[in-house]
């Protein structure tokens, strides 16, 4: 008898395997046969198409070749089927025939034989006469197609018997192998499915906490051992779990309080509070007489201490060496170690005579901030579990300490970046305004000195009332950037009348020919700081022609392309090369190039020494103002 799943289940596998082989091997036999007898009814309904093609040719073109050709092909494929042999089939490949075995069959293709021979003879009779009546030949004809259909006829009856007779082999092997299925399903269900299934309901008792029943047993070897090896886990995990209940509710209270010292501690983001804080909690959750946090200098050579808890001559001026007996094992080695404090060289654990500490490194990922120290008076050690709370402990306030130390830092460069925003506003409102306000004024100086040489007291009186009206912007344009209020709103008018007026005010002043071409009106369509932007990019750029270029004419042009709206101010000046300028010397490119970058542009400069200067600010457009097209 078996005993063994494995051997009842290979068993059923080769049985069902053997019958696939068998069924696969019958039916390509049968596959085989099939396309044999196609192959003959095709050379039959072949020989059935000669016999009325050479019947035509006979009638109307007896001296034909192709009469004589059919012939013997004819004869030549008839000759196969009735004995066997070679032959052409209908796709001129030679085949080899084996002689019929069927009488019904034989005796068909004897028929047509005796058919073909009358039909030979009145071939015969009609190429030697061709003009006698045709009667005969018509008459062999008809009867050789008859016999020919007879013929076929058998052919598809014999292949049809073929093919019965196969879908009855089929059949037995369905019946076969639902047999072997069900006895496939028997097996699996008494000797796999519900032995499992017991398995897995002590199992879940198992996991449930149920472990005094015994695992049932047997009697497949498999299902047997396995009983037994589950068994004797239920045995062991039952002694260890009654040994870990103890464990577990003395620890529980530990990590428990150890969780809440970790919360606690994440949400300080004060560095001193933060360090104090974890301090207090170490001493508290080991039930310590004092607890210290040292932390390592920049060079990672010296141990400072930062916090300290329960003792009150602790001072945070003691130091020690990385590199001592102590430090250099929770340092360098990145150990939890206990030891006696009299063993200790550190100066807060002098104090602390006859106790034991426990030092763990404060860690976050491979990088060790310093170490987290806790004494305890008397005799009592430090157990295992009290060691690993607290390097818990440590590795949360690791983290915090960074994560303070990160903040302090963002807090720091904040203010420094906003002490430079501050200044980089301050330089270029005082560069657009009060620079250029006094480029105005020292030009308008120069004037008055001439008018009053010429004696042109009224013209020079017009122009002190300029000067004094600039003064006194400039003075306005001062305290507002100093006091921060000067936002550089645009103004109400729209940008082409903004840029008109800016262009009309520097030619007054500096008598430059200044042309202003706005080609595409769209190009304007910007948002509002982009327009502020522009308006003080183009009179900075014509402020520095009028200083620096000594240009006979000098183009403003808006136009936009490729959803970019582009401003140039182009001059025919002496020009410069602008690799050699000096940007803290030349203050007007670095500012234009800050606005054009500030407000989402692009910034340009074109020169050559003796060829002019080109400035080219390009902004993207909005969609709802590009071409359909473009957006």
């Excluded at 709370?389 to 590795?395: E, G, K, R």
């Excluded at 182009?570 to 500012?591: E, K, N, T, Y």
Aim: proline share 4%; aromatic share 4%.
């Amino acid at each position: 008898m078996i005993t063994s799943v494995r051997a009842r289940l290979s068993l059923l596998f080769f049985l069902f395997l053997l019958l696939v082989l068998a069924s696969v091997t019958v039916t390509y036999a049968v596959v085989a046969s099939q396309h044999h007898d196609a192959r003959l009814i095709n050379l039959a309904g072949r020989q059935r198409m000669l016999s009325q093609r050479m019947a035509w040719l006979a009638l109307v073109a007896p001296t034909d070749p192709m009469l004589e050709a059919d012939r013997q092909r004819f004869t030549q494929t008839l000759d196969a089927l009735r004995q066997g042999g070679t032959t052409l089939d209908v796709n001129d490949q030679w085949v080899v025939l084996p002689p019929p075995d069927n009488p019904a069959m034989q005796a068909a293709l004897t028929d047509v034989w005796h058919a073909w021979l009358r039909f030979s003879v009145e071939l015969d009779r009609r190429i030697a006469a061709p003009g006698e009546p045709n009667v005969a030949l018509t008459d062999a004809a008809l009867v050789l197609l008859d016999t020919l259909d007879v013929a076929v006829a058998q052919f598809t009856v014999q292949a049809e018997a073929k093919v019965r007779r196969l879908q009855v082999i089929q059949f037995i092997f369905l019946l076969l192998a639902l047999l072997l299925l069900w006895m496939g399903y028997r097996v699996t269900r008494q000797h796999v499915v519900d032995p499992l299934a017991s398995l897995g309901e002590s199992a879940q008792q198992i996991i449930a906490g149920e472990m005094e029943k015994a695992i049932p047993s047997f009697v497949d070897e498999e299902l047997r051992q396995l009983a037994t090896v589950l068994d004797t886990l239920r045995v062991e995990v039952l002694a260890s779990r009654r040994q870990l209940e103890a464990r577990v509710a003395q620890r529980t209270q530990e990590l428990t309080t150890a969780f809440e010292f970790s919360q606690e501690i994440v949400a300080q983001l004060e560095l001193d509070s933060l360090l104090k804080s974890v301090t207090n909690r170490a001493r508290s959750l080991l039930n310590g007489r004092a607890a210290a946090l040292c932390l390592l200098d920049e060079q990672g050579t010296t141990l400072r201490l930062a916090a300290s808890s329960g003792v009150d001559q602790a001072r945070p001026e003691l130091r020690q060496p990385a590199t001592a007996d102590l430090p250099a094992r929770v340092i360098g080695q990145g150990q939890t170690v206990v030891a006696e404090t009299a063993c200790a060289r550190c100066g807060f654990l002098r104090g602390l005579v006859g106790a034991h500490c426990v030092a763990t490194p404060l860690c976050v990922g491979d990088e060790i901030l310093g170490s987290l120290c806790v004494v305890r008076s008397g005799q009592e050690a430090f157990s295992p579990e009290e060691q690993t709370a607290l390097a818990l402990l440590s590795n949360t306030a690791a983290v915090s300490i960074v994560n303070a130390r990160l903040v302090e830092s963002d807090r720091r460069q904040a203010r420094q970046l906003a002490i430079q925003q501050e200044r980089a506003r301050l330089a270029a409102e005082l560069h657009d305004n009060l620079a250029q306000t006094l480029s105005f004024l020292n030009f308008k100086a120069e004037r008055l000195n001439e008018l009053i040489v010429e004696g042109a007291m009224v013209n020079a009186a017009m122009e002190l009332a300029q000067m004094r009206g600039a003064t006194s912007r400039a003075y306005s344009q001062v305290r507002a950037a100093l006091t921060g209020l000067y936002a550089g709103e645009p103004e109400g008018r729209p940008l082409a009348a903004q840029l008109v007026a800016c262009v009309e005010e520097l030619r007054t002043v500096t008598s430059l020919p200044i042309e202003l071409v706005i080609a595409d009106e769209d190009a304007l369509a910007l948002p509002a700081i982009a327009q502020q932007q522009v308006l003080h990019i183009v009179r900075e750029a014509l402020t520095n022609v009028w200083r620096h270029a000594e240009a006979q004419h000098v183009c403003v042009h808006v136009a936009q392309m490729n959803g970019q709206a582009c401003f140039s101010v182009r001059d025919d000046g002496r020009g410069f090369d602008p690799a050699c300028v000096d940007s803290m010397s030349h203050m007007g490119i670095a500012i234009m190039r800050a606005r054009a970058e500030r407000s989402g542009g692009c910034f340009t400069v074109r020169s050559r020494p003796g060829a002019g200067t080109e400035i080219l600010v390009t902004f993207t457009l909005p969609a709802s103002a590009q071409p359909a097209g473009e957006a």
